[in-house]
């Protein structure tokens, strides 16, 4: 059984950066592809990233490429999503999710684990 608590929500302002973190507890989470989603109020999930079993490689979605990064650090069974010129809409739960297998995928039907998420408020 592998349980997730994500932690970092918050309110900032537009412009501003936030680091929503994930530790994970259960079997080896090194060996399994991980993500981010996110879900607004009144709007369905919606994938925000993931990243390789290593770390190696990583998916964006187009809403967010080039403002988020997430990373992972195998060692603490931990991942993070770093977030840079947040935006209202980006305002949400975020949820991490780990999926029983190595690779980066992007459906939420793949990922079999989900934390309880945490709430990020961008707003002035």
């Known amino acids: 059984q592998v349980q997730l608590v994500e932690s970092g929500g918050g309110l900032v302002q537009p412009g501003g950066s936030l680091r929503v973190s994930c530790v994970a507890s259960g079997p080896t989470l090194g060996r399994y592809a991980m993500a981010w989603f996110r879900r607004a109020s009144g709007k369905p999930r919606e994938w925000v990233s993931c990243?390789?079993?290593?770390?190696?490689?990583?998916e964006y979605a187009e809403s967010v490429k080039g403002r988020f990064t997430i990373s992972r650090d195998n060692a603490k069974s931990e991942v993070y999503l770093h977030m840079d010129s947040l935006k209202p809409e980006d305002t949400g739960i975020y949820y991490c999710?780990?999926?029983?297998?190595?690779?980066?995928?992007?459906?939420?039907?793949?990922?079999?684990?989900w934390g309880q998420g945490t709430q990020v408020t961008v707003s002035s």
């Open positions: 999710a780990t999926a029983m297998h190595p690779q980066c995928v992007r459906g939420y039907q793949f990922y079999t684990y």
């Open positions: 990243i390789s079993a290593e770390g190696r490689y990583t």
